[in-house]
């Protein structure tokens, strides 16, 4: 293979390669989809904005900061509950605190290791006999 044609065929792959990357390559679909996920975000933050108080509003965002999967699901549970109706006065921090500990208790499973001692042949017992 001579040098102009693994050039040519560096070339081609890379611009596949970055076609795959960006997607369809069309700038216009790509500001719409950004649009719409910016409208997503503020609308969401707006509806968060009216059923949290600031004390509940700052724990909440602590709390993306720390464990984002977890702020993810309980901000989803509160616009539920918001969008369901559930939700009829502002939530204080006190009752963000109680939603987060629900929320903490139901994902969390318990775990237990048992250590049988008989079947490890750890029991000094027997070498004094």
């Known amino acids: 293979m001579a040098d102009p044609e693994l050039e040519a065929l560096r070339q081609q792959r890379l611009a596949q390669l970055q076609s795959q990357y960006k997607g369809t390559g069309d700038p216009e679909a790509e500001n719409q989809k950004a649009e719409q996920l910016k409208a997503r975000e503020d609308a969401k933050n707006s509806i968060l904005s009216q059923i949290l108080d600031q004390a509940a509003r700052a724990r909440l965002n602590t709390l993306m900061l ?64």
Do not use: W
């Open 66 to 129: 720390c464990k984002p999967e977890k702020g993810r699901m309980v901000e989803n549970y509160l616009l539920q509950m918001a969008q369901t109706g559930q939700i009829c006065t502002k939530v204080t921090e006190e009752a963000l605190i109680k939603l987060l500990e629900n929320v903490s208790s139901r994902t969390q499973s318990k775990t237990s290791v048992k250590f049988d001692r008989r079947r490890a042949a750890l029991d000094s017992d027997e070498d004094d006999l």
